[in-house]
């Protein structure tokens, strides 16, 4: 490393001002930073100051993906070989898992990564770490079979609209993850919704084995009318078809432990929104009038995204709220709309995306009343005083 440095060290004059390459000064920062812990410190002013930066807060939420990222690769190989009737052994699934999603993951990075470097030139910028947890997110809520350019296309419009039009990194309204997902949905709905996408090699017909389904949890419910095939057990633990990393609530509770242990994501948003579904839930499985409405309300939890979104994607400090009674408002609100979105809409039984970047919406608003509420509980409680 010691090397490394003085190598870098050598070449850093020509990348400044007045040197040679200047005008790359951006990208040889964005890698020069990703390699070494920046040494720069504030002059002027009072800051409060932890050992937590952005370089460390996007590097934890990455760690407390990675177990949902190597179950999901896993159980796109067990679905696959299940589907064709094959056998397999553990390392046969991962390879063929890992063929399937490592691609989706570079495109993913390539595509967010290479524009966020030509903004930061332009703008003069530094590079921020902000897409590293986006890039990550992005292959592990789409379906194992999409097509890589539609990866590339629905990435490029989460970074352009979804941040750098708004400022870039910290300054955007919805999370950029959620965006390529709403976009991709919304513009190629065949390959986001029905029966063949969530198996690697079904839409093909791979030599799939006859009255094999590749339906979904809620896809079953609401084409058949139950999903008895798909235990709690098994589906708290992910054997089931869907998204690369939203299938197993076990894995992703795991990285909750994570995001929870070191701060960086927020318990009451994730503890308020398994609240707000639950009881969604109970109220539906108390009238019992649609396969949906059937479902326990604790299977509810551990089906389709519910879970991911709300650890991975609820819990953005960006646009989640800021004050501590906002969290539970907006964490139980996603709860509630999400179950009422997957029962009342059986065209879209995943609800989670739509109710996240909808309170991502009334985020501030919430803050806003919150901090209008404290101004005049205290400024009661100080006329009273007087």
């Known amino acids: 490393m010691k090397a490394l440095r003085r190598f870098i060290d050598k070449i850093k004059p020509h990348f400044e001002k007045g040197g040679k390459f200047e005008k790359l000064h951006s990208t040889f920062d964005a890698f020069e930073t990703f390699l070494f812990v920046p040494n720069t410190t504030n002059k002027d002013g009072v800051h409060v100051r932890d050992a937590m930066d952005m370089k460390r807060t996007m590097a934890t939420v990455v760690l407390a993906v990675v177990p949902a990222l190597l179950f999901g ?74 097509p890589l350019w539609m990866v590339a296309v629905a990435t490029a419009f989460a970074v352009i609209i979804g941040k750098e039009v708004f400022g870039g990194t910290g300054m955007n309204i919805w999370n950029p993850a959620l965006l390529a997902r709403a976009f991709l949905f919304f513009s190629y709905p065949a390959y986001m919704s029905g029966d063949t996408i969530w198996i690697s090699g079904l839409s093909s017909g791979e030599g799939i084995v006859d009255g094999f389904s590749g339906a979904t949890a ?148 919430i803050d806003h009343f919150v901090v209008e509420s404290n101004i005049k509980r205290r400024l009661k409680r100080a006329s009273i005083t007087a």
């Open 73 to 146: 690769i896993w159980n796109a190989g067990y679905q696959h070989f299940l589907a064709t009737g094959q056998e397999a052994d553990f390392w046969p699934m991962v390879g063929h898992g890992f063929l399937k999603v490592f691609p989706i993951i570079v495109v993913s990075y390539v595509t967010g990564l290479g524009i966020e470097f030509i903004f930061a030139q332009i703008r003069g910028h530094e590079v921020n770490e902000g897409f590293l947890v986006s890039g990550i997110l992005i292959p592990l809520i789409v379906p194992v079979d999409i």
């Open 218 to 365: 809620l896809g079953a419910a609401v084409t058949t009318g139950n999903i008895d095939k798909f235990s709690f057990m098994d589906s708290f633990l992910g054997i089931i078809p869907g998204s690369v990393g939203e299938t197993s609530t076990l894995a992703i509770l795991i990285g909750a432990l994570i995001l929870i242990y070191t701060g960086v994501g927020s318990w009451r948003i994730m503890l308020s929104v398994f609240a707000g579904g639950f009881l969604m839930a109970l109220g539906f499985n108390a009238i019992g009038s649609t396969p949906l409405m059937q479902i326990p309300a604790w299977h509810h939890l551990v089906l389709g995204g519910f879970a991911f979104g709300a650890v991975f994607m609820a819990t953005d400090p960006v646009s989640a709220t800021r004050t501590t009674k906002g969290k539970y408002i907006y964490g139980f609100l996603i709860g509630v709309l999400s179950i009422m979105i997957r029962v009342f809409n059986p065209a879209y039984p995943e609800g989670v995306m739509l109710a996240i970047l909808l309170m991502n919406t009334f985020a501030p608003l």
